[in-house]
């Protein structure tokens, strides 16, 4: 998908700060780990969570998104990040 299409199909102002990073891996993977395609935001990954109160939530691990088109959608639903974590990226002093 061309950055541009990327570009306008964000909703909200932080959408256009979230990173979608092909190929992740983890800092110390085990030999059989597989590359993930993740959102993150500073330093907060996407997650699902399929439990009673299923939806996307910021946390320190990441999921799999399979694809750059299923990860756009997972940001348009997911909810914004935490206060501390958009402060943070804007450059804000705690």
Known sequence: MTESIREHMWCSWWHAKVEIIPDWMPNFPRPDTKPKLVVRYGDSYLRYSAGPQQGFF????????????????????????????????EGYQQ
């Open 58 to 89: 910021w946390d320190i691990y990441p999921d799999d998104m399979f694809s750059e088109e299923l990860a756009i959608i997972a940001v348009s639903d997911a909810p914004a990040p935490s206060l501390r974590n958009l402060m943070k990226m």
